[in-house]
């Protein structure tokens, strides 16, 4: 059973940055395919960014391409979202998710709030 908790959200100006963090324990993280998710007021939730076991493999949608980096370091069981110039619509509740390939993401954080203001 893996428990993930994030931390590192907060309320920034447009245009400025934010590094999300999400800390595994109880399972072995460097098995799993982690994912950042984010839900907004009166909106579904979208994966925002997803990376492989290895950390070889990343996947965006396409709003945060070029500002967003997601990474991992295995070692310290840990998931990361770097997060650039930041524009209000990405205000959200920030999810971190982890799940074994070819499965559902079973594993979910309590979520960190992410407030831009213009």
């Known amino acids: 059973q893996v428990q993930l908790v994030e931390s590192g959200g907060g309320l920034v100006q447009a245009g400025g940055s934010l590094r999300l963090s999400c800390a595994a324990s109880?399972?072995?993280?460097?098995?799993?395919?982690t994912a950042w998710f984010r839900q907004a007021p009166g909106k579904e939730r979208e994966v925002v960014a997803r990376?492989?076991?290895?950390?070889?493999?990343?996947h965006y949608v396409d709003s945060v391409k070029g500002r967003f980096t997601i990474s991992r370091d295995n070692a310290k069981n840990t998931a990361y979202l770097q997060m650039n110039s930041l524009k209000p619509e990405d205000t959200a509740v920030y999810y971190c998710?982890?799940?074994?390939?070819?499965?559902?993401?079973?594993?979910w954080g309590q979520g960190t709030q992410v407030t831009v203001s213009s």
């Open positions: 998710a982890a799940k074994f390939d070819g499965t559902n993401y079973a594993y």
């Open positions: 109880g399972g072995t993280f460097s098995g799993y395919t």
């Open positions: 990376i492989r076991p290895s950390g070889a493999l990343t």
